[in-house]
C-alpha cells in the first residue's frame, strides 16, 4: 500500500498522541490491535501508512530533534501509551513564531510553557522543507488564538502544493476565502477544528440531539472545561478565545441566547495535566412544561481523544488526493471538525462520511 506523507505544524501534545498511535498501530507489531479506531482501515489506508515527513515547531527542547523524540520533549505532557516510537527521519525545523506564542506564556514554569529559539525560518525555508520532503499534506496543531500563524502556515501549504487538515479553531475550511485557494488549487481541506474522539462537544451534541428527537426543550446549558496541558494554558489568555468560542456554540444546533449558554475552557488546573475533565449540564422543559436536567462528567486523556479523530481525517484528506479531489471535503469537514463550512447532525455525517470512504460522494 502506498504511504501517506504528512507535515506536522506544531509538535504537541497532540501530535506527540498521533505518532505514538501510528506506532501502536503497527500491524506489522504485537500491538496490531483495533481498540480505539473508528476505522482500522480507511479506502485500505492502515494508519501505519502514515508518514511524518516534515514537522515545524518553536520550542528549542524540540527544535533540530527526530520528531520520534521531540514527541517527549518538555512541556509535552500527555500519556505515554507507545514507548517504541520508531525514527521517522524528519527532523523538527524551525518554524514562524507570529501569534503562536502568546505573552502571558512567558510568565510560566519552563517545565510548562512554550521556550522559543529566536532565530525563526523564513517562509521560502518553510516551503523549501515541504516540497523536499514530498509532504502531501499538513496537519495544523498551533495553540489556540494562532490566527496570524495558521494563515501563514496554510499560505505555505498551498504554495507547496499541499492538502490541509486543520485541526484548531482558527477558520480555514469554514472560511470562503481560504476554501476557495485551495478549490482554485484542486487541493483537499478538511476543518476547522477537530471533534475529539469522545470529547466534550460529541457528548453535548449527542444530548441536545436527543432532547431534540425526544421532544424536549432545551432551555439552557453550560460546558466548563478544565486540564493541566499547555493548552489549558495557553488559552487563560481569554482574547485568544474569539473564534474557539465560535466553534464551540455549533454544540446546540438551534441558536440560544448568549445568557442561556456557556461553553469554554474554565481554568487550569496544573497537576491535571492532559487530562481533562468536561461538567456538562443541560435544562429543559419536557411534557407538561414540566422542568428536567442532566449533569455529566467527563474526564478523558486530550490529547488521545483527538488523535483518534485525526488518523481518520488524514487518511480522508488522502483519499480525495488519490482521487484529484480539491476544496472542502464536507463529509469529512462535517464528522470531524467542530466549526465545518457545512454543519451537519453527527448521524447524517457519519453516514456522508462512510458514502465519501466508499467513493459514492465527492466531498
Ligand atoms: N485535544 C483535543 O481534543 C483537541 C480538540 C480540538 C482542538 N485541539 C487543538 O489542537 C491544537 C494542539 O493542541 P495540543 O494539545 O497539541 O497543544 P500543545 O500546546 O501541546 O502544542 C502546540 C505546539 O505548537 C508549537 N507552536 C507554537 N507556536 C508555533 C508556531 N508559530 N509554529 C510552529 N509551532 C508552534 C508549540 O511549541 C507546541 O509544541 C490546539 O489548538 C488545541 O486547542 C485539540
Known amino acids: 500500500m502506498r504511504k501517506i506523507r504528512i507535515a506536522i505544524v506544531g509538535v504537541g501534545n497532540c501530535a506527540s498522541s498521533l505518532v505514538q498511535g ?6 506489522s507489531s504485537a500491538n496490531g490491535t483495533r481498540i480505539g479506531l473508528m476505522h482500522r482501515q480507511v479506502g485500505g489506508y492502515r494508519p501505519s501508512d502514515i508518514e511524518i515527513v516534515a514537522a515545524f515547531d518553536i520550542d528549542r527542547r524540540k527544535v533540530g530533534l527526530d520528531v520520534s523524540k521531540a514527541i517527549f520533549s518538555p512541556p509535552n505532557c500527555t500519556k505515554v501509551f507507545c514507548e517504541k516510537i520508531k525514527l521517522t527521519g524528519a527532523i523538527v525545523k524551525m518554524g514562524c513564531v507570529l501569534d503562536g506564542y502568546a505573552p502571558h506564556m ?14 525563526e525560518s523564513i517562509r521560502e525555508e518553510i516551503i523549501a522543507e515541504l516540497k523536499n520532503s514530498s509532504a502531501e499534506l499538513m496537519v495544523n496543531y498551533l495553540p489556540v488564538g494562532s490566527e496570524q500563524a495558521t494563515r501563514f502556515y496554510a499560505g505555505c501549504a498551498l504554495e507547496a502544493g499541499l492538502g490541509f487538515v486543520n485541526n484548531i479553531p482558527v477558520f480555514i475550511a469554514s472560511d470562503p476565502t481560504w476554501s476557495k485557494r485551495f478549490a482554485d488549487r484542486n ?13 466534550a462537544t460529541i457528548l453535548h451534541r449527542a444530548m441536545v440531539d436527543l432532547f431534540r428527537k425526544r421532544g424536549v426543550k432545551l432551555v439552557r446549558t453550560y460546558q466548563l472545561n478544565t486540564g493541566g496541558n499547555t493548552d ?27 445568557e442561556n449558554i456557556h461553553i469554554g475552557p474554565s481554568d487550569y488546573v496544573p497537576w491535571q495535566l492532559d487530562n481533562k475533565i468536561a461538567f456538562i449540564r443541560v435544562e429543559g422543559r419536557l411534557f407538561g412544561d414540566v422542568p428536567m436536567e442532566i449533569d455529566v462528567k467527563l474526564s478523558v486523556e486530550d490529547s488521545p481523544n483527538s488523535a483518534g479523530v485525526a488518523i481518520d481525517a488524514i487518511r480522508c484528506c488522502k483519499l480525495a488526493l488519490d482521487r484529484g479531489i480539491g476544496g472542502v471535503l464536507h463529509s469529512a469537514s462535517a464528522y470531524f471538525s467542530k466549526h465545518p463550512p457545512v454543519q451537519m447532525t453527527d448521524d447524517e455525517a457519519y453516514r456522508c462520511v462512510e458514502q465519501f470512504i466508499r467513493g459514492e460522494r465527492e466531498s
Open 22 to 27: 501510528i506506532n501502536f498501530y503497527d500491524g
Open 187 to 199: 487541493l483537499p481541506l478538511i476543518g476547522d477544528d477537530i471533534k475529539a474522539q469522545m470529547g
Open 106 to 119: 512567558r510568565d510560566q514554569d519552563p517545565l510548562r510553557t512554550f521556550l522559543p529559539l529566536e532565530k
Open 232 to 258: 489549558f494554558l495557553n488559552m487563560l489568555n481569554r482574547t485568544r478565545l474569539a473564534s474557539k468560542k465560535t466553534s464551540m456554540q455549533s454544540v446546540t444546533g438551534e441558536r440560544l441566547a448568549d
